[in-house]
């Protein structure tokens, strides 16, 4: 390659992974951007000196890397891959993977090498956020149902703010209940307890802030004055962070978290906003509790006034109350609920149940047992809208990764094309492949477009625009972008003469037929031919991809399409992936009013190969 090339140059300096080139004495050639991120030295400081970033223990590894792509023998490969670890400009040691290749003059003699290094530590420090994050979603959802199962309030005040710490971090902890125009100290933890039942003015305090800006979490550091309150009881406080807690939709109080040791990110906020809304029902259900106890007259109004569903069970487990919001969530008036079981399953005590209604309403229900009287207190709230939206959530991050990543595929195999094969390649063919590009980004900017329309759209409706299409030249670009990716496949097209235009969506079938192509090449780990052939059936465009892989395990032709589903349980821990690409492929294929099926490529019975089956709308 040309490195004084345009082009190449561009690449070079445009890619996201460090590229360093060393002359036949060890002297470096190219030094891009992202190797001066990964090492520290920047490319004026190295070029033309030896490579500093080779610890001495390691050196005669790299010289027999070296020594190994200088003696290889053709059809032995041009690269060696390594994993190692080089130094810092700070002088640590960094864990990499190098891909190392020979670089040669046009005539073939050795001008030097190229290594393509890649940090090892990024997947093991996502795997272990993600499992913190998931250890603490456990554990809060443990918390919440343990709140949830206490309905003494100074017991629920307690372990919430031993929760706040134990979550966060934080130094230090309270509650706050809201009082009309002040705020009351009710409990603290790490703080002394004779400031237990201060009071303070809610305009002035941080609450008031909160409460005014309409937000429910709210971050205070050093910055302003920070002796509210409780404040100046902790020595070094630099950053306060508080949560409202509601009752009743109205703001009923807020934990506070004090830090004065280590910083607060963003993890930290969100479990603070979540246990704050946990903490108002938790104190909630010990103030109803409380109130049911002292002076049972008043139970009805309390149990009314709930903006959550409550319902009383006797020691028979009949409905012996019923309020207002039950009937609103459930559509059962009180008298067909009254006197009869509950119309949804019951959790243990101490669980929190999630369940569906036949309505489509999702409920969280919780149980607490009122011991003088051997009663069942039920509380239940609609949780509807926080299900679709998690659900959305998971689809939209689901579809987004995988619709992109066909066109970012071809953009990266034509680009490695381009820098690995410069050289070799004609004029007409550089063209051709900078143009495919070209094309594919364009394509990939409308993909965008597309799924922020899809997102606005709602996470049941896949936007797609029905309109005729040429299916040709879809299926002509989808088959030229994926014959320059893998050496092992051979992609054939056949085409059936005078193929009439199809009616559907052209960006979500070349999407469709991407993932097809390379699930195709993705379980023929062995290569070999992948057929692509597109005819008129039956009033229908039929267009099969087949390959010579190691196919479906009969009774899972339908469940592959199927959400977080693959072939076998070992395909994921072979061939990677979620078992998520042939579910959007379905829900891409039956928006724009098509069909898709899997089906065993040989008709004998043995299970080698796979060809799937597309089946769109003829334009009228």
């Given at each position: 390659m040309d490195v004084h090339d345009p082009i190449a140059r561009a690449v070079i300096e445009c890619a996201a992974d460090a590229i360093v080139a060393v002359d036949d004495g060890l002297r470096v050639t190219v030094w891009n951007p992202a190797a001066e991120r990964m090492f520290g030295w920047r490319a004026d400081e190295l070029l033309g000196r030896v490579l500093p970033i080779v610890p001495d223990e390691l050196k005669a590894e790299h010289n027999a890397v070296q020594e190994r792509l200088l003696t290889r023998r053709t059809g032995e490969g041009g690269q060696i891959s390594i994993a190692t670890r080089r130094f810092h400009r700070d002088g640590r040691?960094?864990?990499?993977?190098?891909?190392?290749?020979?670089?040669?003059?046009?005539?073939?003699?050795?001008?030097?090498?190229?290594?393509?290094?890649?940090?090892?530590?990024?997947?093991?420090?996502?795997?272990?956020?993600?499992?913190?994050?998931?250890?603490?979603?456990?554990?809060?959802?443990?918390?919440?149902?343990?709140?949830?199962?206490?309905?003494?309030?100074?017991?629920?005040?307690?372990?919430?703010?031993?929760?706040?710490?134990?979550?966060?971090?934080?130094?230090?902890?309270?509650?706050?209940?809201?009082?009309?125009d002040?705020?009351?100290?009710?409990?603290?933890?790490?703080?002394?307890?004779?400031?237990?039942g201060t009071t303070a003015d809610l305009r002035s305090s941080l609450v008031g802030e909160l409460m005014r800006s309409g937000k429910t979490v709210k971050l205070a550091t050093g910055a302003r004055r920070l002796d509210d309150l409780i404040w100046s009881e902790l020595d070094g406080l630099h950053t306060v962070a508080l949560g409202l807690s509601f009752l009743q939709n109205k703001p009923y109080g807020a934990l506070y978290a004090l830090?004065?040791?280590?910083?607060?990110?963003?993890?930290?906020?969100?479990?603070?906003?979540?246990?704050?809304?946990?903490?108002?029902?938790?104190?909630?259900?010990?103030?109803?509790?409380?109130?049911?106890?002292?002076?049972?007259?008043?139970?009805?109004?309390?149990?009314?006034?709930?903006?959550?569903?409550?319902?009383?069970?006797?020691?028979?487990?009949?409905?012996?109350?019923?309020?207002?919001?039950?009937?609103?969530?459930?559509?059962?008036?009180p008298d067909e609920a009254v006197g009869r079981p509950l119309p949804f399953e019951l959790p243990a005590l101490g669980e929190m149940l999630t369940i569906p209604l036949e309505t489509g309403v999702w409920l969280n229900v919780l149980v607490a047992e009122i011991e003088e009287t051997d009663e069942l207190v039920v509380d239940f709230r609609d949780v509807t809208e926080a299900k679709a939206l998690e659900e959305a959530k998971d689809l939209f991050l689901a579809t987004t990764s995988h619709e992109l990543r066909t066109p970012v595929t071809v953009v990266q195999g034509f680009a490695s094309t381009l820098t690995n094969r410069w050289d070799e390649l004609a004029d007409a063919d550089r063209r051709a492949a900078v143009a495919t590009i070209a094309e594919r980004a364009q394509s990939l900017g409308r993909l965008v477009e597309h799924l922020l329309r899809g997102a606005r759209a709602g996470a049941d409706e896949?936007?797609?625009?029905?309109?005729?299409?040429?299916?040709v030249k879809?299926?002509?670009?989808?088959?030229?972008?994926?014959?320059?990716?893998?050496?092992?496949?051979?992609?054939?097209?056949?085409?059936?003469?005078?193929?009439?235009?199809?009616?559907?969506?052209?960006?979500?079938?070349?999407?469709?037929?991407?993932?097809?192509?390379?699930?195709?090449?993705?379980?023929?780990?062995?290569?070999?031919?992948?057929?692509?052939?597109?005819?008129?059936?039956?009033?229908?465009?039929?267009?099969?991809?087949?390959?010579?892989?190691?196919?479906?395990?009969?009774?899972?032709?339908d469940r592959i399409f199927e959400r977080f589903v693959q072939g076998e349980a070992g395909d994921r821990r072979r061939f990677g992936g979620i078992g998520l690409g042939l579910y959007i492929v379905k829900r891409l294929t039956e928006a724009q009013g098509g069909r898709i099926s899997a089906h065993p490529a040989r008709t004998d019975g043995a299970r080698t190969g796979t060809r799937m089956c597309l089946r769109l709308r003829v334009a009228d």
């Amino acid at each position: 390659m040309d490195v004084h090339d345009p082009i190449a140059r561009a690449v070079i300096e445009c890619a996201a992974d460090a590229i360093v080139a060393v002359d036949d004495g060890l002297r470096v050639t190219v030094w891009n951007p992202a190797a001066e991120r990964m090492f520290g030295w920047r490319a004026d400081e190295l070029l033309g000196r030896v490579l500093p970033i080779v610890p001495d223990e390691l050196k005669a590894e790299h010289n027999a890397v070296q020594e190994r792509l200088l003696t290889r023998r053709t059809g032995e490969g041009g690269q060696i891959s390594i994993a190692t670890r080089r130094f810092h400009r700070d002088g640590r040691l960094i864990d990499v993977r190098i891909d190392n290749s020979l670089l040669q003059s046009r005539d073939g003699e050795p001008l030097g090498w190229v290594g393509v290094y890649h940090p090892v530590e990024e997947d093991e420090v996502a795997q272990h956020h993600m499992a913190e994050r998931a250890r603490l979603v456990r554990r809060l959802n443990d918390i919440v149902a343990d709140l949830n199962a206490e309905l003494d309030l100074g017991v629920v005040l307690d372990r919430i703010t031993a929760a706040l710490i134990e979550l966060t971090g934080a130094d230090a902890g309270g509650f706050v209940r809201i009082e009309g125009d002040r705020l009351r100290l009710v409990n603290v933890s790490g703080l002394p307890e004779r400031m237990l039942g201060t009071t303070a003015d809610l305009r002035s305090s941080l609450v008031g802030e909160l409460m005014r800006s309409g937000k429910t979490v709210k971050l205070a550091t050093g910055a302003r004055r920070l002796d509210d309150l409780i404040w100046s009881e902790l020595d070094g406080l630099h950053t306060v962070a508080l949560g409202l807690s509601f009752l009743q939709n109205k703001p009923y109080g807020a934990l506070y978290a004090l830090f004065s040791g280590r910083r607060i990110g963003h993890t930290e906020l969100e479990l603070l906003e979540l246990l704050a809304g946990h903490a108002g029902v938790a104190v909630g259900n010990a103030v109803a509790y409380a109130e049911v106890v002292r002076q049972r007259a008043h139970e009805r109004a309390v149990i009314d006034s709930s903006a959550d569903g409550i319902a009383v069970l006797d020691r028979d487990g009949l409905v012996r109350q019923w309020n207002p919001a039950a009937s609103a969530l459930t559509g059962i008036p009180p008298d067909e609920a009254v006197g009869r079981p509950l119309p949804f399953e019951l959790p243990a005590l101490g669980e929190m149940l999630t369940i569906p209604l036949e309505t489509g309403v999702w409920l969280n229900v919780l149980v607490a047992e009122i011991e003088e009287t051997d009663e069942l207190v039920v509380d239940f709230r609609d949780v509807t809208e926080a299900k679709a939206l998690e659900e959305a959530k998971d689809l939209f991050l689901a579809t987004t990764s995988h619709e992109l990543r066909t066109p970012v595929t071809v953009v990266q195999g034509f680009a490695s094309t381009l820098t690995n094969r410069w050289d070799e390649l004609a004029d007409a063919d550089r063209r051709a492949a900078v143009a495919t590009i070209a094309e594919r980004a364009q394509s990939l900017g409308r993909l965008v477009e597309h799924l922020l329309r899809g997102a606005r759209a709602g996470a049941d409706e896949l936007a797609v625009t029905i309109e005729t299409f040429d299916l040709v030249k879809v299926l002509e670009g989808v088959v030229a972008g994926f014959r320059s990716l893998s050496d092992l496949h051979r992609v054939e097209l056949e085409i059936e003469p005078g193929l009439p235009p199809a009616r559907g969506d052209a960006l979500a079938t070349d999407i469709v037929l991407g993932q097809l192509l390379e699930n195709a090449f993705k379980y023929s780990p062995d290569g070999g031919e992948v057929r692509v052939r597109a005819r008129c059936e039956g009033g229908e465009l039929e267009i099969t991809v087949a390959d010579e892989g190691i196919g479906i395990a009969p009774g899972d032709h339908d469940r592959i399409f199927e959400r977080f589903v693959q072939g076998e349980a070992g395909d994921r821990r072979r061939f990677g992936g979620i078992g998520l690409g042939l579910y959007i492929v379905k829900r891409l294929t039956e928006a724009q009013g098509g069909r898709i099926s899997a089906h065993p490529a040989r008709t004998d019975g043995a299970r080698t190969g796979t060809r799937m089956c597309l089946r769109l709308r003829v334009a009228d």
